[in-house]
């Protein structure tokens, strides 16, 4: 999930033919415009419908494979030690 911070008049694309424009706000409201194709469907709610949606994000990512995480804590190991040699010299 994407979580932004827009100033008044900044706005955001999303794929080629969606723009949401922030037109302001005051403390927890705020104010936007969206353009977007007759075609998408948009729906303004505080209560999400489906439950499969009511979720931290809505496209999770796959889990990092056991080797993935073997070679990722090896490059980390890698680069601590040579942050530890680089200080030592350094001294």
């Known amino acids: 999930m994407l979580k932004l911070s827009l100033k008044q008049g900044q706005y ?3 794929g080629d033919d969606i723009r949401v ?3 302001g706000g005051t403390g ?7 353009d977007a194709p007759r075609d998408v469907n948009i729906v303004r709610s505080n209560v999400e419908q489906n439950p499969e949606r009511n979720k931290d994000t809505y496209y999770p990512e796959s889990p990092i494979s056991k ?10 190991r890698e680069e601590k ?3 530890e040699k680089s200080a030592q ?3």
């Open 67 to 76: 080797e993935a995480q073997e070679q990722i804590r090896h490059i980390l």
């Open 89 to 91: 010299q350094a001294h």
């Open 28 to 34: 927890s409201h705020g104010r936007f415009m969206i």
């Open 12 to 14: 955001l694309n999303i």
């Open 21 to 23: 424009v922030y037109l």
């Open 81 to 83: 030690l040579k942050a």
